[in-house]
């Protein structure tokens, strides 16, 4: 079980400034936490492979395929800067 003081040595560990209330709910909520671990700690999981998640996931994912947009004067227009058929924007690249 953790005591009001590990709570206070983990609070200046973590530069955190707790009130007399704080320490007292952290250390109720800590402690259940705490119990909580040792529960699980006692599940004899040898037979369970490590996994990352619950579930499987697989990324869905389309071809890009190039399609150029129908109104392109109408983006240029837009722009606060153009120069030609393109954007104009500030260089942010050093000439050294």
Do not use: C, H
Not at 36 to 65: F, G, H, K
């Amino acid at each position: 079980m953790i005591d009001r003081e590990q709570v206070r040595k983990v609070a200046l560990l973590a530069r955190l400034e707790l009130t007399p209330e704080e320490e007292a709910q952290f250390t109720t909520q800590l402690g259940s936490i705490l119990d909580y671990i040792q529960q699980l700690s006692e599940l004899d999981v040898s037979d369970v492979p490590p996994t990352t998640r619950a579930i499987d996931v697989s990324n869905v994912t389309r071809e890009d395929e190039l399609q150029p947009y129908p109104d392109r004067e109408a983006i240029l227009q837009s722009a606060p800067e153009q120069e030609g058929e393109f954007f104009k924007v500030p260089k942010i690249l050093n000439a050294e």
